[in-house]
Nanobody, 119 residues
Framework: QVQLAESGGGLVQAGGSLRLSCAAS????????MGWYRQAPGKQRELVAS???????NYADSAKGRFTISRDNAKNTVYLQMNSLKPEDTAVYYC?????????????WGQGTQVTVSS
């Protein structure tokens, strides 16, 4: 099993920045892809960005140009740097991981961290 622990959420004004972190533990040596999803009230969970072990990245259109995903394989940690935040970015952000090293919706989920962007 793999456990994912997110941190870094909070309240920020529009135009501000936040950095989310997600550390994997347990059978973390088996992790391939890692990523971030988000779910706003009344909406479906959606991909924000994901990254493979060799740092190939995939972004949702809403994240391109504003968000940057990165990972540190030695620390089994994935990061999401979010800049130029908008009120519509308000959501619970979930870390996701999978043993497969491709752009899959992963098996493992974190508990989520709230991001609130005020206008």
């Amino acid at each position: 099993q793999v456990q994912l622990a997110e941190s870094g959420g909070g309240l920020v004004q529009a135009g501000g920045s936040l950095r989310l972190s997600c550390a994997a533990s347990g059978r973390s040596f088996s992790i391939g892809v890692m990523g971030w999803y988000r779910q706003a009230p009344g909406k479906q969970r959606e991909l924000v960005a994901s990254v493979t072990r060799d740092s190939t990245k995939n972004y949702a259109d809403s994240a391109k140009g504003r968000f940057t995903i990165s990972r540190d394989n030695a620390k089994n940690t994935v990061y999401l740097q979010m800049n130029s935040l908008k009120p519509e970015d308000t959501a619970v952000y979930y870390c996701n991981a999978d043993p497969r090293n491709g752009f899959y919706i992963g098996t493992y989920w974190g508990q989520g961290t709230q991001v609130t962007v005020s206008s």
